[in-house]
């Protein structure tokens, strides 16, 4: 750690932090235990906005191994709410949590694809469940007894469980704690808000052009905005992905490069040589983040929903632009392709192609009968 901070090219934000920061203290009182620092001991630690500084830096200087802090704070979740629960609720809840939930999410961080959203609702789902057994007990049924009229009535006491209940029913009836039920359907509506076409290049225009907007809104708005990338794909983007040759500045968004406009291209290597464009003073190993758009801590990128607030304040939001982006996406490209350029799953694309009225049922189709 000493090293890494000795060694960054500017000291002075590194010596500010040293004599200012709450991240500074609490790293000198680590210091101080004598004892080895894991992971493990931070986790014991209040887990305040301090707390996760100090584990994103000496994870960056290389102290602490790499995690998935999306998994980490679902495990540290279970294993506080857990222990609170009464004893006839642990006995189910337990295994549902940690057989069915975690044991899921930890096979998706290692393919890569957990996120902060999915934790949350690996949290919610379980937080559902809860909720349910509270309500048999308050009206002295068990999960056994729960009928169809049980559960239509917590659902309309409940209407914003529907979904999350459902991953808990499904777990129950298949292990015969509860008798086959009715569950509410999965999913969402289909996307209902769009942009105009002129509100839509409007704002495209405004990414582009405007120079009295941060670069960082002008940058994220954009790349929503062109190719119809959810949020947290954008803040995922590394420094990496971005080259320029002699054909023009390329950024690879999933395996294939796709060609940036002249002015899009100018923000992004502008991001690149001077990454801070807000107010916030540089901090300690600032200069060592690989992400294109770093966030508050260090070594990782914005917060999807930091970012979302920040586009709505300058009046760029991000689900109507996204869902107006991809309706012009698959009307004049094959599903096909955008499913390769931007890296979204072919359902998705098929979905939105069905959507436009462009189904590709028989590519598809196809492409699992060829084993694609």
């Not at 769009?194 to 907007?213: I, N, P, V």
Request: charge should be positive; charged fraction near 25%; include cysteine.
């Amino acid at each position: 750690m000493a090293d890494a901070l000795t060694g960054a090219e500017n000291p002075y934000p590194v010596l500010g932090w040293l004599r200012r920061s709450p991240s500074a203290r609490a790293l000198a009182q680590l210091a101080g235990q004598q004892v080895p620092v894991t992971h493990e001991v931070l986790d014991a630690l209040p887990q305040r906005i301090t707390t996760r500084h100090v584990r994103a830096l000496l994870v960056l200087a290389g102290v602490l191994p790499e995690r998935n802090e999306h998994l980490a704070r679902l495990e540290h979740w279970v294993n506080g709410e857990l222990p609170r629960l009464p004893a006839h609720q642990a006995t189910i809840v337990r295994p549902f949590a940690e057989w069915q939930v975690v044991r899921d999410a930890r096979r998706r961080a290692a393919r890569g694809r957990y996120t902060s959203g999915a934790a949350s609702g690996d949290i919610k789902d379980i937080q559902a469940a809860i909720q349910l057994l509270n309500w048999l007990d308050a009206h002295g049924r068990e999960l056994t007894a729960l009928n169809q009229a049980d559960l239509d009535l917590w659902l309309t006491e409940h209407p914003t469980r529907h979904v999350a209940v459902a991953s808990f029913l499904r777990w129950a009836i298949a292990r015969r704690l509860s008798v086959p039920l009715e569950l509410p359907k999965r999913g969402r509506p289909f996307a209902v808000h769009f942009q105009t076409e002129d509100e839509y290049q409007r704002q495209l225009r405004r990414c582009l052009t405007d120079e009295a907007l941060p670069r960082e809104v002008r940058i994220i708005a954009a790349l929503v905005r062109l190719y119809a990338l959810p949020l947290s794909k954008v803040l995922e983007l590394t420094i990496d992905r971005f080259h320029r040759d002699d054909t023009g500045a390329y950024l690879t968004l999933d395996r294939h490069p796709v060609l940036l406009p002249p002015a899009l291209a100018r923000l992004i290597e502008e991001q690149i040589a001077q990454p801070r464009t807000t107010t916030r003073r540089r901090r300690a190993l600032d200069e060592h983040n690989r992400y294109l758009l770093p966030g508050k801590l260090p070594g990782q990128p914005r917060s999807p929903k930091a970012a979302s607030m920040l586009l709505q304040r300058h009046g760029l939001p991000v689900l109507n632009a996204r869902n107006t982006a991809m309706l012009e996406a698959v009307t004049t490209l094959p599903p096909i392709v955008i499913a390769d350029l931007f890296g979204l799953h072919p359902d998705t694309v098929n979905n939105w192609a069905k959507y436009a009225g462009d189904s590709w049922s028989d590519y598809l189709a196809a492409h699992t009968r060829d084993g694609f």
